[in-house]
C-alpha cells in the first residue's frame, strides 16, 4: 500500500461548483500535511498545509483531515477557470528514524466555462 | 527575486551520454531537493541536501549523483543515461526540512 493516495482523475467540473479533492494515507505518526497546486508543465506550489486534524481555511479553498478514517481532503468553492490544474496532497512524518514528505500521484481539475 | 531556476528545460540524450541538471536558488535556503516526476508516479526524491557540501540520498537515487558545492546551487549528475531515466525533473529548496518547498519549473528529459 502506498504510504499516500489519490484518485488521479481527470474530474471536470463546471464553474462556480464544489470541488472536492481526496487523499488517503496509511500509518499514524506524527506529521502534516499538504496540499500543492501544478499547473501544466509548471512545478508545484504550496497551496496549502494543515496539522494532524482539523479544518483550516484560506478564501475559496479548506483543507480537512479525518484521523479516524485517514482521509485528507481539500474543498474548493466557486471554482473558476483558473484552479484548472493537477492537485498534489502531500504528508510530512516526523519520526526517529528520518523525517520524511510523501507525495500523492495528484489529481487533474478541469474547470469548465 | 528569479526564486528557484533550473538549467536546461528541455534535453534529448541517447542511451550512454551523461549530462548535468543545473538548479539555482536565490532564497538563502539551505535545503536543496532534486525529485523525477513520471505519470503515475507522483513525485519521487532522488537526493537532497541540508547545507553546502552536504548530499543524501532519496527513495530513488540509483543512477545519479549530485553536488552542492555552492549553497544556492544543486547539481544532478546522469553518468550514463538509460531510458529509465526519461522524466520531468523538479529542483526545490526549503528554509528547514518541514518549512514549504519551493519548486523550480522543471526540466523534461529524454532518453532514447
Known amino acids: 500500500q502506498k504510504e499516500v493516495e489519490q484518485d488521479p482523475g481527470p474530474l471536470s467540473v463546471p464553474e462556480g461548483a464544489i470541488v472536492s479533492l481526496n487523499c488517503t494515507y496509511s500509518?499514524?505518526?506524527?506529521?502534516?500535511f499538504m496540499w500543492y497546486r501544478q499547473y501544466s508543465r509548471k512545478g508545484p506550489e504550496l497551496l496549502m498545509y494543515t496539522y494532524s486534524s482539523g479544518n483550516k481555511e484560506d478564501g475559496r479553498f479548506t483543507a480537512q483531515v479525518d484521523k479516524s478514517s485517514k482521509y485528507i481532503s481539500l474543498f474548493i468553492r466557486d471554482s473558476q477557470p483558473s484552479d484548472s490544474a493537477t492537485y498534489l496532497c502531500?504528508?510530512?512524518?516526523?519520526?526517529?528514524?528520518?523525517?520524511?514528505?510523501?507525495f500523492g500521484t495528484g489529481t487533474q481539475l478541469k474547470v469548465e466555462l | 527575486n528569479a526564486g528557484v531556476t533550473q538549467t536546461p528545460k528541455f534535453r534529448v540524450l541517447k542511451t550512454g551520454q551523461s549530462m548535468t541538471l543545473l538548479c539555482a536558488q536565490d532564497?538563502?535556503?539551505?535545503?536543496m531537493y532534486w525529485y523525477r516526476q513520471d505519470p503515475g508516479m507522483g513525485l519521487r526524491l532522488i537526493h537532497y541536501s541540508v547545507g553546502e557540501g552536504t548530499t543524501a540520498k532519496g527513495e530513488v537515487p540509483d543512477g545519479y549523483n549530485v553536488s552542492r558545492l555552492k549553497k544556492q546551487n544543486f547539481l544532478l549528475g546522469l553518468e550514463s543515461a538509460a531510458p529509465s531515466q526519461t522524466s520531468v525533473y523538479f529542483c526545490?529548496?526549503?528554509?528547514?526540512?518541514?518549512?514549504?518547498?519551493?519548486f523550480g519549473p522543471g526540466t523534461r528529459l529524454t532518453v532514447l
Open positions: 526545490a529548496s526549503s528554509a528547514r526540512d518541514y518549512n514549504e518547498q519551493f
Open positions: 502531500a504528508r510530512y512524518i516526523l519520526t526517529g528514524g528520518g523525517n520524511k514528505l510523501t
Open positions: 532564497m538563502n535556503h539551505e535545503y
Open positions: 500509518n499514524s505518526a506524527f506529521q502534516y
